[in-house]
């Protein structure tokens, strides 16, 4: 069972554009919303994260966006740039601070053309 | 700090070995966790430890993984016997969490390449 849907699975953006990846979750218990980003031969690493208790956050490019009601959350990044080609995954988890650990998405692998 | 340290990097073995995976956490951390990656299904969460203790253990495959914990630095993941279908990425990650409202995040090592023949 995929509790967590990622899309698209690939993603290719011009250098400045804006690239946006879409995740939708079923559990309803989920209280915590993290984008990672992973590089080749890397482990992931946490992007930025938000809590249900708000709408959107912002941290530099990146935005979250998150819409309750019809379970779902976004990722934008503006003005992308090359070194932001990498794979992107959304994750979510149940209350607990995530202690029980993180249902992740498949992936986006995302390019951005120069 | 140095992160989270896994070992070896790349493993190559024949079916029917046994393989071991080895993990050290970050100093302080209380929760580590093992995933596995693969492009077929992604990041799976296998088992996970809170102060050594294994908590949960319901994304183990199959009989042949086990984990275990006999300190705080030091994690180990075993398959035995291994087979070509456990050829993945393991990813081990650690946590801190002071309590419910601490911030969740896991913090990654760089993964052990398994392939098994």
Redesign the interface.
């Known amino acids: 069972q995929q509790q967590v849907k990622q899309s698209p699975q690939s993603l290719i953006v011009q250098k400045g554009g804006i690239s946006i990846i879409n995740c939708a979750y079923e559990n309803t218990a989920f209280d915590?919303f993290?984008w990672?980003q992973q590089f080749p031969?890397?482990?992931?690493?946490?992007l930025i994260?938000i809590r249900p208790d708000v709408s959107e956050k912002k941290e530099g490019r990146f935005t979250i966006s998150f819409n309750k009601s019809a379970k779902q959350f976004s990722l934008h990044i503006m003005d992308s740039q090359p070194g932001d080609s990498a794979t992107y995954?959304c994750a979510a988890?149940t209350?607990?601070?995530?202690?029980?650990?993180?249902?992740?998405?498949?992936?986006t692998h995302l390019i951005i053309q120069p | 700090d140095a992160g989270v340290i896994q070992s070896p990097r790349h493993e190559v073995t024949e079916m029917g070995q046994e393989v071991t995976l080895r993990c050290k956490p970050i100093s302080g951390h209380d929760y580590l966790f093992w995933y596995r990656q693969t492009m077929m299904r992604g990041l799976e969460l296998l088992i996970y430890f809170n102060n050594n203790v294994p908590i949960d253990d319901s994304g183990m495959p199959e009989d042949r993984f086990s984990a275990k914990m006999p300190n705080a630095s030091f994690s180990t993941l075993k398959i035995q016997p291994s087979e070509p279908r456990d050829s993945a990425v393991y990813f081990c990650a650690s946590s801190f969490m002071p309590g419910l409202a601490a911030t969740p995040e896991q913090y990654f090592g760089p993964g052990t390449r398994l392939t098994v023949t």
């Open positions: 915590y993290p990672y031969g890397k482990g992931p690493a946490l994260a995954f988890s209350p607990g601070g995530g202690a029980d650990g993180l249902t992740f998405g498949k992936g």
